[in-house]
C-alpha cells in the first residue's frame, strides 16, 4: 500500500550554494545520483566540484565571519526558528527527499524530518543561552569572566545515513553560535542538503554564510579539512576515514569531532524480559537495513536463555516485510547503495566461511519490485564467537550475530571485544546488575531495557574508543565545540598590580 506523498521529481541539476547563488563546479562537471529502490529513476545531476570549488565556499564563508559573528545570538536563533517552522510545515515532502536519496522507510524518513525539527528547536534556545561564567578571584578588586566566541569557519563532512538530520545536528549549533559554515554532503546523498540551503535561505539566513559544495569526499572533504582558513571540523562517518581526517585537521592545528562507527550489543541475561529484547532487536538491527552508527549488530545473549530468545526472533524475522521504502506496511527497504549491496553479500559469505550459522536471509530477493534495488533479506548469523569478523567489524547492513554468554561479567568482556564503543544496551530487570553493567561497560552510551538507537538532542551524543573522538555531539556538549572560551580578567584598583600570581 503506497502512503500518496511521494514527491515526483523531474530529474534535474542541482548546483552549489556558495555566496548565496547557485553555481556550478569550476570543472563544469557533473554527476548523477539514482534511487536506491530502483536505479532506473534519476535523482538529479550535481556538481562534481573540485578544490576550486571548495576554496571559493571556504572563501565565502570567511568573508561572512565578521558580520555573523556580530549578529547577536538571538536574532541568529530566529531564523533557526523560521527553518523550524518551515521544516515542520513540509515534513512529508523532506521525508520523501530521504527516502528517494536513501531507501529509508518513508515512516522513519518521517522520524528523521522530525528529529531535525527538534535539533532545530534545541540550537534556537541556545541562542539565549550563549553564556560564560564569572570565576571567582584570589585578588581584591579583580573581575574573571569568559565569554563564548565562535570558533570561525566550520567545516561539515557528513554521511548519507541521516541526510537531513546529521547535517541539521550540525549546522544549526554552528550557526547559532556565530560560525560561517561549509558543507560537504556525502556524495550518494547531496539532495537533502541542497534542500536544507533552500530551507535557510527561505528562513532569511544571508547566503553566504551557509554553503555546500557536492561531489566527490576524498578531494573536497581534503581540503575543506586541510585549509588553514577552516577552524573546525565535524564529521560523521567511517572510522577508517575519521582517523585519517583526525591526523590531517592536527596540521592546521584544528578542533575535530568524529562520530564514526559502531558495532553495538544488546546484552540479554537470563531474567530479560525476552519479547521487549526481541522487539528491541528487531529494530535496532533491521530499522534502516541496520544502517545506522547505533544500529544493533550484535547480541549476547545468556546460554540458559538463547534458544528461547534466537526461535522468536527468526519466527519475527522470517515475516518481515521486505519492499518499497514508501509503501506503509514495508519494514525494511533497500540498502543505500551498490557499495553497501556488495559489502553486506561479502559479510554473508565471511560469516558462512568463519564457521557461523546462518539461521534466515542475506538473500537478494528476485521479481518485482527487488530486481531494480539494492535488497537483501534480513540476516541472523547464530554460533557466532568474538574473534569472528562478523563480531568485530562494522557491516553496516541488516546483519545480526548472535553470541552466546555465561552471565554477566562474561557478557560484558564481549561487549568490551570491540575496538568500537558507541552503544550497549542490557535486558535484564535485576537492579544490581543494571548498575554495575553500566559501571562496567566501555561505551558512549548505554541503554537500559530500551533498544541501542537513537538519542534525545538535549543530551551529548556520541562514542568512546573506535566510535568517536573530540567533543561529543548535541547536549550542552554543542556549545562548547562550537565556541571559543575567552577568558577575561579586570582590574578596577586603579593601582598598580603585581602580575605575579601567588
Ligand atoms: C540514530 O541512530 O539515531 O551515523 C542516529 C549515524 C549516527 C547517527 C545515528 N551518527 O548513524
Redesign the pocket.
Known sequence: MSTGVVVRLEPKTYYNYIGGQWVEAVSGERYATTNPADTSQTIGSFQRSNRDDIRRAIQAAADAQPAWRRTPAPRRAEILFRTWDLLRARADEYASYITLETGKVFADAKGEVKRGTNVLEFAAGDGRRLKGETVPSELPKNFIYTVRRPVGVAGLIT?W??PLA?PLWKLAPALVCGNTVVMKPATNTPLCAIKLAELFAEAGLPGSVFNVVSGPGGVVGDELVNSPDVRAISF?GSTDVGRRLYAQAAQSLKRVQC?MGGKNAVVVLEDAPLDLAVEAILQGAYGFCGQ???ATSRVIVDRKVKKALVDRLLERVKAMRVGDPFASDTQMGPLASESQIEKVTEYIEIGKSEGAKLQVGGVRPSGAPYEKGYYITPAVFTDVRPEMRLAQDEIFGPVLAVMECDGMEDAIRMVDTSTYGFKASVYTGDFFKIMHFIDEVDVGMVHVNAPT???EVQAPFGGIKGSGVGIKEQGRAQVEFFTEEIVVYMDYTGAKRDARFI
Open positions: 554521511p545515513n541521516f546529521i560523521t562520530e545506522r552508527c547505533t538507537l537513537g538519542g
